[in-house]
């Protein structure tokens, strides 16, 4: 799955450098010879890798928006290209030198100083901004979600007429068949046979006989109690165990396109999983950090997926969650502030583990060094997260008495591991062999 | 040798006839299962309409309704902070050093918080002085939760804004400016230098402000009497580690006298070390916590004390003084003359006796000896109250003089003995403030109530002893619409700056002296280096004359002529005291300190007069047991100079000195409490003129009160090894297989040790970690902080009195309290013996009545109970269902989830340490205690689970804390060093007497005090193999 979705993005990024590369070979002319100078692909690189953070091309957000900044700047300030290089390098440097348009912008964006970056040389700068003159690409996702969602359709129609033919083909069939054993028939009677009088005589029905056959009557019962049994513990055995279960949560929250497509780390966000027992549902200022910047979904520049459309999957959709987070984290994404009015997120919570189990994520996922996916599942292919274990106390054992105690370069373990793989004759201790079978680990 | 002593543990244990001592020696539970009284009864089950068929279809449908409803389970919600705190980790606790500086408790603390809620009071280490955190510092944090707090400002019964509080208070203390009539401010004890400093800076915005400072106990006679020697009004320091001799009159320095804080210094001196400990002595009337401590303790009337401080001075001045004591109290001074004289330098007298006198009498005798255990160079700050102040206040008020009054952390309408008084006053002050952080007496009767923040929520400072700062720094943001005192002072002077920046401007500029701020607040305290000190001694030196001994000798010697002269008001002489549990009251509405059994009586939910059973008999007041194993008691009257107080339960103390009784304040609070917690009588009305001794006059009422007393719900059930102590000389000069004796079987026919036989195969436990529990009998004063503390860690619930009575108490921790007398009553046996004729020296008419009556004055020792996890634990083989079983680390482990209550656990425990939860005592009506409501829930410790109704619990050797400490460890990859590992118990003990370890581990304390000669085991002939070991007490009493 993983080399998939590392396949689908190399292709994106191809066919997005493609179109851009189209539509800026034909802007290009239409340009200014300075911008001609930079490499609007190059550029794109650079700006995504330094500029992005804070800057887009079409919108505010810590920082201005960036498109045609050149021509803007020259026709409204009158600032040449060699103003944009000073201030890209040194932008502390500038506003400190008086200038009164690095003071004016310095003070319009709160204040914030613009990060300086003396690493980019002229020609960088030149790139990028051959990159922000160049319009930004027009999204061919509608299109291409149109004509996806025609072909769609015309399948469907094929199956319909394919079930039909074969609706009137199983109909000619049972037709030919009562023909045939209405001749039959007819040829019976006419050679003179009884068929009523035939059925008499060969005995009992099948049930009857059956029934009157006690020792067949007793093992039935037997095993239809037998069965009954089975199948009436595994039914009660589910009870309370939430396996699977996937409940549809206040924002649509996709840990496919965070831990599988942008291969965030889990920790990342659940960061006290490493030091707590718990894993933490993340603070919207962990979201934040990143979404800040990232305003709108534009995951998938074919389009999205045609199991997507049909769960409404769309970018406007995941763009409208995002919203969502805003709204909730009290974000205002005009001014590019915080409006202090925040409602916090009521997440369902998937894994209940009952108040009388003492679980400790740290034990498992620092101490053990055992993957999220070990109990989680594949989470980063997950659209909606479910619980994928079963969390039962007959999985929590199984798993210590399969699973080997990390004790490298732990001096913890040192001595205890020492003296009881000794005393048990292996090389390597598994958990319950730890201790990790005892009642009161777990339960206090 | 002293294993023959007899033991008991109440006065009627001692009666061979008492019917239900003997049903309690039997049976296991006192109550039997009501089994008759539902099914017993035919006509009742005839008539019902309920007939049996119905109840099985009742049963059925609601066995399938049960399961059916359990197939869905209900949708949790997880809210996940908007913003999270960059210091929060959701599952990791924070620790906050902060002080408790209430006007009582006095203590440096940590405060463990989870997810920005406080649960639970620590001490802290890092404190010099008051670092320990004794038990009602453990219970405040729930006081913090009480969901009766004040939770904004109010003005005559309607809630106001602070706003309009403000602006009405501001108007009136500008219209009083040039008005000739004084602003009277009426607090408890700060000890602060911010709150001095910001209170001079008051005074001088508003002109005639006056401060009036008193203490709802007062200490008035001691501050006093180091005023007039030292020039300063302040009390003395003691040191009890460092002493060798102590000698008390009347002083409960182990509980609450002057502020308590010196039981741990105590405990250090009485654990013996090459061959020495400190020799205690007590002469007191009321049978206290320190008095069951003493080595030697005779008990006088508060009057006989007065003469025996008396004759002490004279004798070690060499000459002699009259007055009338008994003889046995005569010969316990001339003992305690002789000790002191050998160990001059290391003898310390101290009293508690509210009398100028007497105090001064004190602190010269210490003076003269030189007592290294005596400081008055740094002395104590944290009582401050000036009776004559207040009486002054008072007359100003009912003469009009006083304009507004505003008052801080005190309960006058409850506290004050002249409380009616008071109220009369109070009408005729035109603005009446009350800070506080419930609905009181007080708030009841002035004009404003103004929500005080709890010290949890409150920045602060305090002095506790001279040079030694401590700070006070909030641990969770006001929970309510509330306000400390300070700030509202600072915005009543239109200062725009907050209480913080005010107490760092001052700690920066009088205090720190160049030291870190954030260092400071990080350790909760701060020790000034010697340069105030030594500027103190130069100063006083200089002034006071510090060096010469004799420099108010005058006064001395006619404090003693006085003294001598001590004569009783007729009637009865009463000791007012403090509860540990409860101490002046404030905190009368925390459950668990009112569960909270005395450790002398063990009677919870309840203050009562003790009486002598040599008074009780005159003035036939009895204690009954009840058939339920309850103790019932008569009604007494109180009156003191006119004032009754009715209704008074009374108790037959041992010990308790014949002619006086005793009765503990702080109980019988009424405004503002829940109905549980109206409790007792107060016994306010009583403390006239602030002292704590009365002449009374006792009178029986009908009616007998039921008390929720855990005294005899277990017997020792004549094991009598349960405790073992010997003296000071056979530990010194005898083998400990004679005091320490290991109990005897027979094995094939031959008398062998008891620890040699073994019905199981031993595991191996040599392997990882292997806890075990010290507790030192020596150490151990009984006090409760651990009890407390268990309570507060492990989220053990609170049944309530009733409850209580029935023996179903929940503590995990219990301490056990014997009386003993001296050995089996020989002395009495060979007297009986010589008897010769009716009369004479030897006749039997008088020498039966001489004969000694154990109640009297018995000795007493402590001793903490908790699951002694056993190796071979009974309870683990007799549980059907394997609910409780063993780890490997030693504990025994009880798992909630698989118990199905049938008890037998607790049936084959023979320590009676396992406690079943009768009932829900949680979002219960019935139980109306914290963890009935939201706000009381909030101190729930979110590590161990809050257990359901029809199962057993019990101690769990804190295996939370254990388990933590080891994945810390883990986590970080290194070896657990000794000390790391703690139990609730063990961490609330500033005395040292519950050491928790791990026993592999062989440069551990705990592995060192294992191999003690003074170790034994609970009950060791029954072959349990328990982790929890005690020490054998050790008493420094020769004469025994």
Redesign the interface.
């Given at each position: 799955m993983k080399k998939v979705t590392y396949r689908n993005q190399i292709s994106r990024v191809l066919g997005v450098s493609l179109v851009v590369f189209l539509l800026f070979s034909g802007a290009i002319f239409g340009q200014d010879e300075a911008a001609a100078a930079g490499d609007p692909a190059k550029g794109k690189a650079l700006f995504n890798q330094n500029c992005a953070a804070c800057h887009a091309l079409n919108r505010k957000m810590t920082g201005p928006a960036l498109a045609n900044v050149e021509s803007r700047l020259s026709e409204d300030e009158g600032l040449d290209r060699e103003w944009i290089y000073a201030w890209v390098k040194n932008s502390p440097g500038v506003i400190k030198s008086g200038d009164d348009y690095a003071n004016k912008v310095f003070n319009e964006y709160n204040q914030a100083p613009m990060t300086a970056f003396p690493t980019l040389s002229n020609g960088d700068i030149d790139n990028i901004l051959a990159y922000t003159a160049a319009p930004p690409p027009e999204p061919v996702v509608a299109e291409a979600a149109v004509a996806e969602e025609g072909s769609g359709d015309s399948s469907g129609i094929s199956n319909e007429l394919i079930l039909g033919a074969l609706v009137i083909i199983f109909g000619l069939l049972v037709m030919m068949l009562v023909l045939v054993q209405r001749t039959l028939r007819r040829i019976a009677v006419a050679n003179g046979l009884d068929l009523e009088k035939e059925k008499a005589e060969r005995g009992l029905p099948l049930w009857k006989a059956f029934a009157q056959n006690q020792f067949l009557v007793l093992v039935t019962v037997v095993l239809l109690l037998l069965s009954g049994a089975y199948f009436a513990y595994g039914w009660l055995m589910q009870?309370?165990v939430?396996q699977g279960y996937m409940?549809i949560q206040e924002i649509h929250y996709s840990h496919k396109i965070h831990a599988g497509d942008n291969k965030i780390d889990c920790k990342y966000c659940h960061s006290?999983a490493r030091?707590?027992?718990?894993s933490?549902?993340?603070?919207?200022?962990?979201c934040m950090n990143c979404h800040k910047s990232i305003y709108e979904y534009k995951g998938n520049a074919e389009g999205p997926s045609k199991e997507d459309l049909a769960n409404g999957y769309t970018n406007e959709f995941y763009t409208g969650e995002i919203k969502k987070l805003y709204k909730?984290?009290?974000w205002d994404e005009d001014n590019q502030s915080y409006t202090g009015e925040?409602?916090?997120?009521?997440?369902?919570?998937i894994h209940?583990l009952?108040?009388?189990v003492?679980f400790?994520h740290?034990?498992h996922v620092?101490?053990a060094g055992i993957e999220c996916q070990t109990c989680h599942g594949p989470v980063e292919e997950m659209e909606i997260m479910y619980q994928y274990a079963p969390l039962t106390m007959g999985w929590c054992i199984n798993c210590h008495r399969e699973t080997n105690v990390k004790v490298e370069?732990?001096?913890?373990?040192?001595?205890?591991h020492e003296?009881?793989s000794k005393?048990y004759g292996v090389e390597e201790l598994t958990a319950a062999q730890m201790?990790g079978l005892?009642?009161?680990?777990c339960?206090? | 040798m002293a294993s023959n002593k007899k033991y008991w543990k109440s006065e009627a244990e001692l009666n061979p006839n008492d019917s239900i001592v003997e049903a309690l020696r039997q049976n296991e539970f006192v109550e039997e299962i009501p089994v008759d009284e539902f099914l017993g009864d035919k006509e009742k089950l005839s008539s019902t309409n309920t007939n049996r068929r119905d109840f099985l279809k009742y049963v059925g449908f609601s066995t399938a309704a049960a399961?059916l409803a359990?197939?869905e389970?209900p949708?949790?919600?997880?809210?996940?902070?908007?913003?999270?705190p960059e210091r929060i980790?959701?599952?990791?606790a924070n620790y906050y050093a902060t002080t408790i500086a209430n006007g009582f408790d006095f203590a440096s603390v940590l405060v463990k918080t989870r997810e920005g809620r406080p649960i639970k009071i620590e001490n802290n280490t890092d404190a010099k002085v008051n670092g320990g955190a004794n038990a009602r510092v453990q219970g405040s944090v729930l006081s913090l939760y009480d969901s009766t707090r004040l939770q904004g400002p109010v003005k005559g019964g309607e809630a106001i804004e602070w706003s309009a509080l403000d602006a009405d208070v501001k108007a009136k203390l500008n219209a009083l400016k040039g008005s000739g009539k004084q602003i009277a401010l009426l607090t408890q004890t700060y000890a602060s230098p911010s709150t001095s400093k910001l209170i001079a800076e008051f005074k001088e915005m508003y002109g005639s402000v006056n401060h009036v400072v008193y203490d709802a106990i007062s200490e008035d006679a001691a501050l006093t009497a180091f005023e007039a020697r030292y020039g300063e009004r302040a009390l003395a320091d003691y040191d009890f580690e460092k002493a060798e001799v102590i000698v008390s009159f009347g002083a409960d320095f182990l509980a609450d006298w002057q502020g308590g804080g010196y039981d741990s210094g105590y405990s250090k001196g009485r654990v013996p070390k090459n061959g020495k400990m400190s020799k205690h002595v007590q002469f007191e009337a009321n049978m206290s916590l320190t008095g069951a401590n003493a080595d030697k303790r005779v008990a006088l009337t508060p009057m006989q004390q007065k003469i025996a401080l008396a004759k002490l001075y004279a004798k070690l001045n060499g000459t002699s003084i009259g007055g009338e004591i008994p003889e046995y109290a005569q010969q316990a001074i001339d003992a305690v003359v002789a000790e002191i004289d050998k160990n001059k330098g290391a003898a310390v007298v101290v009293t508690g006796l509210q009398d100028v006198n007497a105090q001064a009498v004190v602190l010269a005798i210490n003076e003269s000896l030189g007592s290294k255990s005596y400081d008055a160079k740094a002395p104590k700050y944290i009582r401050q109250g000036s009776v004559k102040g207040l009486n002054a206040l008072v007359a100003d008020m009912k003469s009009g003089h006083v304009g507004a009054l505003i008052m801080d952390g005190v309960n006058p309408m409850y506290t004050l003995p002249n409380a009616s008084e008071f109220e009369e006053a109070l009408g005729k002050v035109d603005l009446s403030v009350s800070f506080s952080t419930s609905w009181n007496e007080t708030t009841e009767v002035t004009q404003y109530a103004a929500a005080a923040n709890h010290y949890l929520e409150s920045w602060g400072d305090t002095e506790i002893k001279k040079g030694h700062y401590s700070l006070i720094q909030p641990t969770i943001k006001e929970l309510f619409d509330t306000r400390q005192f300070q700030t509202a002072l600072l915005a009543w002077m239109d200062s725009d700056k907050s209480y913080y920046d005010y107490i760092k401007e001052t700690w920066d500029a009088d205090v720190l002296g160049g030291a870190d701020w954030n260092q400071a607040l990080h350790d909760g305290v701060y020790v000034s280096g010697s340069n105030s000190i030594d500027q103190f001694v130069e100063t006083v030196a200089s002034t006071v004359g510090l060096d010469e001994v004799d420099t108010s000798g005058v006064d001395v010697s006619s404090a003693v002529r006085n003294l001598s002269k001590a004569v009783s008001g007729g009637g009865m002489e009463l000791t007012l005291y403090s509860k540990v549990g409860m101490g002046d009251g404030q905190q009368a509405g925390n459950p668990w300190l009112q569960e909270f059994p005395d450790p002398i009586s063990r009677v919870s939910w309840d203050n009562y007069v003790t009486v002598s059973k040599a008074d009780a008999i005159t003035l036939e007041l009895v204690n009954e047991h009840a058939a339920n194993g309850g103790l019932d008691g008569s009604y007494a009257k109180l009156t003191v100079n006119g004032v009754t107080v009715d209704n008074v339960p009374v108790l037959i103390q041992p010990g308790q000195a014949p002619g006086s009784i005793g009765l503990a304040l702080g109980y019988g609070r009424s405004v503002g409490m829940k109905e549980e917690m109206k409790t007792g009588v107060n016994a306010y009305p009583l403390y006239q003129g602030f002292n704590n001794v009365q002449s009374v006059t006792i009178e029986k009422t009908a009616g007998m009160h039921e008390f929720a007393c855990i005294q005899l719900h277990n017997t020792l059930m004549g094991r009598g090894d349960i405790i073992k102590e010997t003296t000071l000389e056979i530990f010194n000069t005898k083998d400990h297989a004679e005091w320490n004796k290991v109990p005897m079987v027979s094995l094939d026919h031959q008398e062998v040790e008891a620890t040699s036989v073994d019905l199981w195969d031993s595991f191996?436990r040599?392997?990882?970690h292997h806890f075990n529990m010290s507790i030192d009998l020596n150490a151990c004063t009984g006090c409760g902080a651990c009890v407390v503390a268990c309570s507060a860690e492990n989220n053990v619930p609170v049944v309530g009195k009733e409850e209580v009575r029935r023996s179903r108490d929940m503590h995990w921790l219990r301490i056990d309290r014997y009386y003993s007398s001296e050995d089996t009553f020989e002395a009495d046996n060979t007297k009986k013996e010589e008897f010769d004729g009716l009369s004479g020296d030897k006749g039997s008419l008088g020498g039966f009545g001489e004969l000694e009556d154990p109640a009297t004055n018995p000795q007493v020792a402590f001793q903490p109970v908790m699951c002694q996890h056993c190796n071979h634990a009974p309870c683990e083989t007799v549980c059907p269902v394997a609910a409780t079983?063993h780890?490997?680390?030693g504990?025994n482990?009880?798992?909630?989830?698989?118990c199905v209550g049938t008890r037998y656990c607790a049936n084959n425990c023979p320590y009676k340490v396992r406690r079943f939860n009768w009932f829900l005592y949680n979002n219960n009506d019935e139980f109306d205690f914290h963890m009935n409501n939201d706000l009381g829930k909030m101190v729930i410790n979110p590590?161990?689970?809050?257990r359901s109704r029809g199962v057993i619990e019990k101690c769990?050797m804190c295996?939370?804390k254990t388990?933590k400490t080891?994945?810390d460890?883990?986590?970080?990859?290194?070896?657990?060093k000794d000390g790391e590992f703690q139990t609730a118990c063990s961490m609330a003990c500033s005395n040292g007497a519950i050491v928790f370890g791990d026993v592999n581990d062989k440069e551990s304390k705990v592995a060192e005090l294992k191999e003690s000669d003074r170790m034994y085991h609970l009950l060791e002939h029954v072959g349990t193999k328990p982790n929890v070991f005690y020490h054998v007490k050790v008493r420094n009493n020769n004469e025994a």
């Open positions: 009870v309370g939430d409940p006290s030091v707590s027992k718990h933490g549902i993340p603070s919207l200022n962990v909730a984290v009290g925040s409602k916090p997120v009521e997440w369902v919570r209940n009952p108040d009388l003492y400790n740290s034990q620092s101490v370069d732990n001096e913890y373990y040192a001595k205890i003296e009881l005393k201790g005892e009642c009161g680990k339960h206090y | 399961s359990a197939c389970g949708v949790k919600k997880s809210i996940p902070y908007v913003v999270q980790i959701p599952g990791v191996d040599s392997i990882g079983s780890g490997r680390q504990q482990q009880m798992a909630y989830n698989r590590d161990v689970t809050v769990s295996i939370q388990q080891i994945l460890a883990k986590r970080d990859g290194r070896v657990i």
